[in-house]
């Protein structure tokens, strides 16, 4: 079974930009999850979509959104790019039940400067 | 606000030996997990214990939880190279939000 996907691995933008990210969950996996990574603040959860909806979101600004297609594939997008936004962004899948193992993919490296 | 802190941030042991790591939290969890991640490999998922289970094995990892407490531990017996990683742990609450801690980077010396 392929596991989670997610591109592009790399990312250079400019302040003020946006940047679509994206993420293929494991084939069955209907839940995707979305975190940040830095090295000050570490893991910090961005949201979750089970079933093309959004049912849960962590503490992050409006600028950052998230969705999730019929096949389960998600794209986040943050908008109007702050330096701070540098970061792993990292998108974990799993089969939508309330204990669950949540399989993660490698990552994208966000740059802004 | 909830979030896992661990302990200790850093561990260096020698190969062979058993390496402990502890998470405390504030309020109540549905249930705790532990993931690892090094360079090579991303993030992985190690263990999870619920709410009312105390213990769990998975081949070398022990995972203790102490909900009176309000903390979980992490055993790895015969400490290899390749378990050289960060180890984190994830609370999940009441409001199923997933809340990392910021891990303990545990070094394998040879």
């Known amino acids: 079974k392929a596991g989670v996907t997610q591109t592009p691995r790399y990312l250079i933008k400019t302040r003020g930009q946006q940047v679509t990210l994206s993420c293929s969950p494991i084939s069955g996996h209907r839940s995707v999850s979305w975190y940040q990574q830095t090295p000050g603040q570490g893991l910090q959860f961005l949201f979750e979509?089970?079933?093309?909806?959004?049912?849960n979101k962590g503490n992050f600004p409006g600028r950052f959104s998230g969705r999730q297609f019929s096949n389960s594939r998600s794209e986040m997008n943050v908008s109007t790019l702050e330096l701070g936004d540098s970061a792993l962004y990292l998108c974990?899948?799993?089969?939508?039940?309330?204990?669950?193992?949540?399989?993660f993919g490698p990552g994208t490296r966000l740059t802004v400067t | 606000s909830q979030q896992g802190e661990e302990d200790p941030q850093a561990l260096s042991i020698q190969e062979g030996e058993n390496a402990t790591m502890n998470c405390s939290y504030k309020t109540s969890i549905n249930n705790l997990q532990w993931y690892r991640q090094n360079s090579g490999r991303g993030l992985v998922h190690l263990i999870l214990?619920?709410?009312?289970?105390r213990e769990k094995h998975s081949g070398r990892l022990r995972v203790t939880l102490d909900t009176s407490k309000k903390s979980s531990s992490l055993l790895i017996t015969a400490s290899r190279a390749a378990d050289t990683a960060s180890y984190f742990c994830a609370l999940r609450g009441g409001d199923d939000k997933i809340i990392f801690g910021k891990g303990t980077r545990l070094h394998i010396l040879p």
């Open positions: 214990i619920r709410s009312n289970e």
């Open positions: 979509y089970f079933s093309e909806t959004q049912r």
């Open positions: 974990a899948s799993h089969l939508g039940t309330p204990t669950y193992e949540q399989y």
